[in-house]
């Protein structure tokens, strides 16, 4: 018992100590960057592997992980696809070189770094800035072991943009004010930037958002579908109202969106239509799309599915079901 009292009183003498030391060097600039050069590790600057970012942002690295971007430049659809990484112009956005240029600006091209070509697109391919010799973020932050700049434009979609150009493009025709971190990378609350101690003490929690970069899935509300009588036959519409670009959207690859129309209570459809990328038809931000159908029938049924690039499985977006009077 008493040794743990003791240890207890240890621990917060230390924390007690150290957080007044941090404060005074907080609030005097030499000293701040005096400090700094103590605890800095110069390797970071010299565009580390994945796993070295992870030593401190820990949470961050396992969310990567996860991701399409940590499997960019191993994945088994893009080696096929470019010809065994031969394709010339598939290998600068699976394996960029930082985005960041001069004057706090984005490339137009992404370019192919020269090492740690398995990690994909990763920490370094976005947060560092080799103009400018520093991470790159959306806070205001004092890390010692590598020097930080608050640059809002990593909030902006032109980031994405450079890889993603047809998608971007897409994004900007749409006028749309959401951005492309608002869905690929949700809000997940306040959480600590870093993991190692001591440099997790430096800053508060900070609102923070997923590094896992969910490819998502559109949902029954952000598509609209009507069918109208018209003749001897009927008209259906749809209409992409709820994503702000193309549906699907790629660069590369080949996503699909099934339409499939029932009449009656046939479980084989009178029509699909298919739309994709490759066949330049995907249905595009508040465009409307019809089709005319021959035959006037009691009842319609009108299914979405959706199917990635790299999955077999279709994925269900919506069912909608009229009756014809």
Request: aromatic letters at 12%; hydrophobic letters at 35%; a positive charge.
């Amino acid at each position: 018992m008493i040794v743990k009292l003791r240890y207890f009183h240890r621990e917060k003498f230390f924390y007690f100590i150290f957080g007044f030391i941090l404060i005074f060097l907080l609030g005097c600039k030499k000293l701040k960057n005096k400090f700094s050069n103590i605890f800095l590790e110069r390797d970071l600057l010299e565009q580390p592997p994945a796993q070295r970012c992870g030593e401190c942002h820990k949470d961050i690295h396992k969310e990567w992980k996860k991701s399409r971007h940590a499997q960019a430049w191993v994945s088994e659809d893009f080696i096929k696809e470019s010809k065994n990484r031969t394709d010339e112009k598939c290998l600068g956005c699976h394996a960029s070189f930082p985005v960041w240029i001069e004057e706090s600006s984005f490339a137009k091209e992404p370019e192919l770094r020269e090492k740690h070509l398995d990690d994909g697109i990763y920490c370094v391919s976005c947060h560092f800035d080799p103009h400018r010799n520093t991470m790159v973020g959306p806070y205001d932050v004092w890390s010692p072991p590598h020097p930080s700049q608050k640059d809002e434009k990593i909030l902006s979609s032109h980031l994405c943009g450079v890889c993603h150009q047809d998608t971007f493009s897409e994004w900007q025709r749409s006028g749309a004010e959401n951005t492309c971190q608002s869905c690929h990378m949700p809000d997940i609350g306040k959480k600590y930037l870093t993991q190692k101690f001591p440099f997790g003490f430096l800053h508060s929690k900070k609102k923070r958002t997923s590094h896992e970069f969910p490819a998502l899935i559109a949902q029954q509300k952000d598509i609209d579908v009507k069918v109208q009588k018209h003749i001897d036959g009927f008209y259906v519409y749809v209409v992409n109202k709820g994503v702000p670009h193309n549906l699907p959207t790629a660069d590369q690859g080949n996503p699909k969106l099934y339409v499939f129309i029932y009449k009656d209570n046939s479980s084989e459809p009178a029509e699909v239509l298919v739309f994709s990328p490759q066949q330049e038809n995907s249905l595009e931000y508040m465009v409307p799309v019809s089709t005319y159908i021959e035959g006037v029938p009691s009842r319609v049924k009108v299914v979405i599915e959706r199917k990635l690039s790299w999955k077999d499985k279709r994925d269900k977006i919506g069912e909608w079901n009229f009756d014809i009077f």
